[in-house]
């Protein structure tokens, strides 16, 4: 039972456990669905109960491409484990069982076969989850057909243009002091410590000066 202190303390914020609120905002953060950056289509077609993978593969994104199913969105149904199994009277690889009487003698010593393609320590692990044929993932086989997402997304594409990047302001002021300064020797712009603290390369400052189109 906590003292009146400690209560207040608690209250203060004072404390370093976290409060009931942080605590709220925290499993909420965990049981929202990720924020989905892109085209709207994207965001509107994004079910929040399944994995990204399992996204991706509803929409057709992914239906090709050499991904690591071990990565997530894969579900494994149940199987026996290795150790119901085996064989207990076999022994492994490297090693022996011995078989004693009821005395406790040794009347036998059973070794593994020489050919056994396991190790010492058991089967070895495969490489990959791809190379299992019991487990099962949600990514749909190679297709030509395509959804309307990726219709929609290859329409964009294709009718996109290129973004057109302007000179800022303080760009542009700090190019004209150099040009005022120096007229067109790119290599003096470069050593100039005061005007060019950030070590622009001769070939950089060309390339601004060219781009803000600024008369030398």
Do not use: C
């Amino acid at each position: 039972m906590a003292n009146p202190r400690q209560r207040r303390k608690a209250r203060s914020g004072t404390s370093l456990k976290p409060s009931l609120n942080a605590k709220q905002r925290m499993r909420k953060k965990l049981q929202r669905a990720p924020t989905v950056h892109g085209a709207d289509i994207l965001k509107d077609s994004y079910d929040p109960t399944l994995t990204l993978k399992q996204n991706y593969a509803r929409l057709g994104l992914i239906p090709a491409l050499g991904v690591r199913p071990n990565t997530g969105g894969t579900e494994k149904p149940a199987t026996t484990t290795a150790s119901t199994s085996k064989d207990p009277e076999k022994p492994r690889k490297g090693m022996a069982r011995v078989v004693r009487d009821d005395e406790g003698n040794i009347v036998d010593i059973v070794e593994a076969p020489a050919d056994e393609e396991e190790t010492p320590w058991g089967k070895p692990l495969d490489n990959s989850v791809e190379e299992r044929t019991d487990v099962h993932t949600f990514i749909p086989a190679a297709s030509k057909t395509t959804t309307s997402v990726v219709d929609e997304l290859q329409t964009r594409a294709d009718n996109a243009e290129p973004v057109q990047r302007h000179t800022s302001t303080l760009e542009t002021d700090w190019l004209g002091q150099l040009v005022a300064k120096h007229r067109d020797d790119y290599t003096a712009m470069a050593r100039d410590r005061t005007l060019n603290p950030w070590q622009k390369t001769p070939g950089e400052i060309r390339r601004a000066i060219n781009k803000a189109r600024l008369t030398q």
